[in-house]
Nanobody
């Protein structure tokens, strides 16, 4: 299973970015999909996640500014980020729980390669 993340970049404070992450390979089913981030010298933290039934969870720091969504037909998860702040600067990683075969037990988490988001004037 491979995860390919897109959409990072340099944006001014108050700007917007949309990240996407597509899963490919041998996939029978996907459970929770999410985005994490890791700033310089900081631990990796959850930004947002969306369940198979589309229940969403957000970190308090991004509530009201970010929206996570998924396209099950494309095995893709998105993160729309608005009103970006310098403290949002980090490498953003997608995480997807995959069941590879119909007779597999449970889901295995996979990580994307990370995409840099820099918020600066």
């Amino acid at each position: 299973v491979q995860l390919q993340a897109f959409g990072g970049g340099l944006v001014q404070p108050g700007g917007s970015l949309k990240l996407s992450c597509a899963a490919s390979g041998r996939i029978f089913s996907i459970n929770t999909m999410g985005w994490f981030r890791q700033g310089a010298g900081k631990q990796r933290e959850l930004v947002a996640k969306i369940s198979k039934g589309s229940t969403t969870t957000y970190a308090d720091s991004v509530k009201g500014r970010c929206t996570i969504s998924r396209d099950n037909a494309k095995n893709t998860v998105y993160l729309q980020m608005n009103s970006l702040k310098p403290e949002d600067t980090a490498v953003y990683y997608c995480n997807v729980e995959v069941r590879r075969y119909s007779n597999s037990y449970g889901y295995t988490p996979y990580w994307g390669q990370g995409t840099q988001v820099t918020v600066s004037s």
